[in-house]
């Protein structure tokens, strides 16, 4: 046991040390807060605090639990909230009231709760690493698969089907250093990425629902995207409507430095929101885990990595697991912070030097992987970054373009204008197209044709803005005035979706392919008008437009026929009465 | 706390800006209390760093004048704590929660550590219910919700104090729970502070509010407990005595030039226009105090007043801000200019939590249409506005002119209203309305149907 000789924040430094590891977990001061090793000076180690260290002295005693941060791992993380270093708040809730008190800890995984465990495996089988041996019914959504932890590879000596707690023995394997007790909980460093046998490219996109990102800047399974804005711009809801509507199996959110409100916004709606594919209740594949902006910072830092672990686990199991984080500036933050306080060299706007390499080591996480086990696996992580100002250049933000793969670039303009996701269509990019173009094709043989001439309407609108602005739109040809109005309808009947509108807040492939193939025939049937030479008036004033910004609003089940009804009309070519 | 027992020492080795370093210190804590005695006169101070027998002290009213062998340092073996109890209502104190009011220190129930504690996420109840502050842009556009914390972004010059003190007179929530308001004033001028006293005290508001002062000319550092003093009465009042508070903080502008201020004096690495790295952490642990909380009958709700220096919103101090808040209130110095109180720019601001805590059983059923449709109609006629300013009038379309028409009247009726104003909700949708009718029926798209025939003036007096 050592002793602190010196308190700055929630750096500490203790003496005596010498029995402890880098990277060890510890007990700091009287209070018992837990802590991290995060140097070493002869006997002298560097420790973060992840409690608040007020009212701690020198003399006090430093502890080493002689483990790594690790996170538990097991049935009964489902549906769970936890604090940054995997404290389960519900629980604390219930130790210690609704203030976080100090130095209390929990475990992370219920010990108590029995589980059903079906074995996939029999005595006699040689299993090896990653092998999944049996499964536990975790809710309703997750078949929670049980894996021969990695390091571990032999022939199974028992194996136990039926009720256990996530401590009792489940299987003896022999190994080659023995026998070796198997239970239902794991623990691994959260700083450390779980193994897999290979990595695979993605080739399936991460359907959102939304379809500024589905359609335009596709994520794939096991990709990595960003979501840079000011405050206010959206990137909290986006987030969330990630988490509600995406085609992931399992969803790890962790609210990273941000608000308290916005969790308990999510507590409250996932339980009884229903995913569109299985009907169940979300929070049945949900896992959030909160370091909110006034909760201690060093744990902010862990935050993400503790996050990231459990989405690891999982995917593990073969699920296609998606995480968010909110917000990675606000991690980086408490790494600058860190830093600082170990006097080490600043470098750009006071963050250190490997900063960039962090948010590299963070996203190469994600990925597309075969596991252990043999199964096929994603994990996409999406980060919201917060830059100063909304000021791009900033380290946080160039350090996350370099490495993610789409971009959704959230704008103030767009957001001060209420237009919803403030996604600016014409500065974001995906570099998935490829890699989910097959998809789309199951929904027409031309996505990526119209996808890619949409885009070009869009581009050409704002450059033609220009001009309108010095002439006034009456100087435009027709032909251009076609596509101002095709540009508009893009923007405000496709691109606007709100969040907040029952049937609005989510859109099936199938939608989002009928409406922009909707949109784009209008526009080609507008330009052969103009060809045959009709009246401006007939061809800008067109009836059609009332139903075409409805089709938003349009549920699933009633696609089909307003959509066709919509075609026809636009075949019939009928132009609004007397105009507008 | 190691030692809740104070030690006194003499040995005070160097004296640098507003810190101390003392020798030879034992249980000294992190984040104590001192006290530096010299020649009778007591200043306070707080320990920033330990190291072994070392302790780096932080001076609140500054070092001027004291010399090393003649001073006495206390460590008081505890955090900085405000004494409560429920006779705080109808008092004023001092940033440090000294009574100015002449009358006799409280007896306290307890003494709480002013830093408080972090809400566990999981005990938080999302805010639902509305506050009605008597101005119909913030009720009728960006309604304050219980529990929400929403700045009002100001500038130099610009008429916050009249606003704070007239939603300090005339807040309320209006289902008869009991409603208290914490005031922090923080780095104002004498006069200031004054104009806000008399101010609660005319309107009898000091009855039901808690007042902590912090002047321009108290010692800065002060200032950093300010804000949490009144934050410590109101978690005290709100989850304790049952009652919903409002806290209105300003200016947050002056508390993050102190923060500013001694981070420069402990000569840490500065951040964006020297303002120290961690100040969203620091800004967050005093918003996310708002908030309610699962099974506590009390609120606390939050309106900090800052002035964004040379009118700059991408200013560190609004834009960490915003970047913790649920939305703001920004005022507009044109609107000032052209006559319009209070001058709040509804197109820029946003109250985050609005939408669920407006509507039928809460304000009015036709509330969220009527918001919807006088933004849209607002911005289409700034819009118009802007084209006659290039094109001139003659350019706008009929339709167009009738927008123009609306804005100005919006401002003049719906924004304008009188310090002495205090509108209902109702009489602020209905002022709607009768903006609204200016408009073609059929240009009314956000409001629904049944919300038209029932509310447009011109179905109404149909009815009649
Ligand atoms: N898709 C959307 N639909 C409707 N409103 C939205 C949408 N995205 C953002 N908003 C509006 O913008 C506000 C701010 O969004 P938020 O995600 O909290 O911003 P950020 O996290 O970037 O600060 C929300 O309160 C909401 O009013
Ligand atoms: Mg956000």
């Known amino acids: 046991m050592g002793s602190i000789i010196k308190i700055s924040g929630p750096v500490v430094i203790a003496e005596g040390m010498s029995d402890a590891k880098m990277y060890d977990v510890v007990k700091v001061g009287n209070p018992k807060l837990t802590g991290e090793i995060i140097g070493f000076e002869g006997d002298k180690a560097t420790i973060q605090v992840y409690e608040e260290t007020a009212g701690i002295g020198p003399g006090e005693p430093v502890e080493s639990t002689n483990m790594q941060l690790s996170v538990e791992l097991g049935p009964g993380i489902m549906g769970q909230i936890y604090d940054g270093i995997q404290r389960p708040l519900e629980v604390l809730n219930a130790m210690s009231g609704c ?32 092998q999944i041996i049996g499964t536990v019914k975790e809710t309703e959504l997750i078949e929670h698969r049980i894996m021969v932890p990695p390091g571990i590879s032999g022939k199974l000596l028992l194996i136990s089907e039926g009720k256990h707690t996530v401590e009792e023995t489940i299987a003896v394997i022999e190994t080659s250093s023995g026998k070796k007790e198997i239970s239902m909980l794991q623990r691994w460093p959260v700083r450390k990425g779980r193994p897999y046998k290979e ?53 790890v959110y962790v609210g990273c430095g941000e608000r308290g409100n916005e969790m308990t916004e999510v507590l409250e709606e996932f339980p009884h929101l229903k995913d569109p594919r299985s009907g169940r209740p979300l929070m049945e594949r949900t896992v959030l885990i909160a370091n909110t902006s006034n909760m201690p910072f060093a744990a902010r830092e862990a935050s993400i990595y503790t996050g990231i672990t459990i989405a690891e686990y999982y995917r593990d199991m073969g699920y296609s697991v998606a995480l968010m984080g909110d917000s990675t500036s606000r991690w980086a933050e408490a790494l600058r912070e860190i830093s600082a306080r170990l006097e080490e060299m600043p470098g750009e706007e006071g963050y250190p030097a490997y900063l960039p390499s962090r948010i590299a080591a963070f996203y190469e996480r994600a990925g597309r992987v075969i596991s252990l086990s043999g199964i096929e696996g994603s994990l996409s992580a999406i980060g919201a970054v917060s830059p100063p100002g909304g000021d791009l250049s900033e380290p946080v933000s160039q350090g996350t373009l370099k490495v993610v793969k789409a971009f959704w670039a959230l704008d103030t303009a767009l957001a001060y204008r209420r237009h919803f996701p403030a996604i600016n269509w014409l500065t974001s990019y995906s570099l998935y197209l490829d890699a989910v173009s097959g998809y789309w094709k199951k929904f027409g043989e031309d996505w990526r044709e119209l996808r890619a001439k949409a885009m070009a309407l869009l581009q050409k609108e704002s450059e033609l803005q220009e001009i309108v602005r010095l002439v006034g739109v009456e100087s435009l040809s027709i032909n251009d005035r076609i596509l101002l109005e095709t540009a508009r309808s893009l923007r405000e009947d496709f691109l606007y979706q709100n969040a907040y509108h029952e049937v609005d807040t989510y859109a099936s492939e199938r939608k989002q392919y009928g409406m922009l193939k909707i949109i784009l025939d209008l526009h080609e049937a507008r330009m052969k008008m103009a060809f045959e030479g009709q009246p401006a008036k007939d061809i800008l004033m067109m009836k059609v437009t009332a139903d075409i910004a409805k089709m938003r609003l349009v549920p699933e089940k009633e696609m089909e026929s307003k959509f066709l009804a919509i075609e026809k009309e636009i075949r019939e070519r009928k132009s609004s009465p007397g105009g507008m | 706390m190691a030692a809740s027992v104070a030690k006194e020492y003499k ?30 006169e007591t200043r306070r101070g707080k320990v920033l760093e330990v190291n072994r027998d070392r302790a780096l002290v932080q001076v609140f009213e500054g070092t001027s004048g004291i010399d090393l062998p003649k001073t006495r340092v206390r460590f008081m073996g505890k955090g900085i704590e ?38 566990n996420p999981y005990s938080r109840d999302y805010p639902l219910d509305f506050i009605q502050t008597g101005i119909s842009s913030i009720d009728g556009l960006n309604t304050l919700i219980r529990g929400q914390k929403l700045p009002i972004f100001s500038g130099a010059g610009l008429p916050h104090p009249q606003i704070a003190a007239q939603i300090a007179k005339y807040a309320k929530v209006r289902d008869g729970s009991q409603f208290a308001i914490v005031f922090a004033a923080m780095g104002i001028t004498f006069e200031e502070a004054n104009f806000f006293i008399q101010s609660f005290k ?97 609120s606390i709700t939050q309106l900090p007043i800052l002035t964004m220096p040379d009118d ?30 209070p001058p709040i720019d509804v197109l820029p601001s946003l109250s985050r939590l609005k939408d669920r805590g407006i509507g039928k059983g809460k304000t009015r059923e036709d509330h969220s249409d009527v918001l919807n449709q006088l933004y849209a109609a607002y911005a289409s006629g700034k819009e118009a506005r802007d084209l006659a300013a290039i094109l001139g009038e003659t ?60 509310y447009h003036p011109a179905h109404m007096q149909n009815k009649k």
Request: proline share 6%; glycine share 10%; aromatic share 8%.
């Open chain 1, 99 to 130: 203030f976080m008190a100090r130095g209390i800890d929990a475990p992370s995984i219920d010990k108590k709760k029995k589980w059903d465990f079906v074995p996939l495996a029999k005595k006699g089988d040689s299993v090896s690493q990653g």
């Open chain 2, 395 to 454: 350019a706008l379309s009929p339709l167009d002119l009738n927008f123009l028409k609306f804005a100005a009247a919006f401002e003049k009726k719906f924004v304008s209203q009188g310090a002495e104003e205090d509108r209902t909700i109702e009489q602020t949708l209905d002022i709607g309305w009768e903006l609204l009718s200016m408009l073609p029926e059929e240009e009314l798209k956000r409001v629904k149907p049944e919300n038209i025939a029932k």
């Open chain 2, 202 to 298: 005319d309107s009898g508001a000091i009855e039901h509010s808690v007042m902590f002062i912090n002047l321009a000319d108290d010692p800065a550092i002060e200032r950093i407990a300010t804000p949490r003093m009144a934050l410590t009465a109101a978690e005290y009042l709100a989850f304790e005595k049952e009652m919903h508070v409002l806290v209105i903080m300003s200016d947050m502008t002056n508390y993050c030039e102190a923060l500013r201020e001694i981070a420069a004096a402990r000569k840490e690495v500065p951040g964006r226009r020297g303002y120290p790295g961690y100040m969203y952490t620091d800004l967050a642990t005093i918003y996310e105090r708002a908030g309610r909380i699962h099974g506590k009958k009390g």
């Open chain 1, 199 to 251: 990595r695979l490219a993605p080739n399936a996109p991460l359907v959102t629902g939304q379809r500024i990102i589905d359609t335009f800047f596709p994520i794939a399974k096991g990709g990595v995207a960003a979501i840079p804005g000011g405050f206010g711009t959206g990137k909290t809801i986006t987030q969330h409507q990630l988490a509600k509507w995406a085609d992931a199996q399992v969803v």
């Open chain 2, 312 to 341: 700059d919103i991408t200013h560190p101090i609004p834009d960490l801000t915003g970047y913790i808040t649920e939305g703001q209130i920004l005022l507009s110095r044109p609107l000032h200019r052209s006559g319009v109180y």
């Open chain 2, 82 to 119: 405000l004494p409560v109890s429920e006779d705080i209502l109808g008092r004023i104190f001092d940033g440090f929660g000294t009574p100015i009011d002449g009358k006799p220190a409280i007896i306290p129930d307890k003494s709480l550590d002013i830093n408080g504690s972090p809400i």
């Open chain 2, 11 to 40: 040995t005070v080795s160097s004296v640098s800006g507003p810190l101390l370093v003392v020798e030879k210190v034992s249980g000294a804590t992190y984040g104590e209390i001192v006290e530096i005695i010299h020649q009778g």
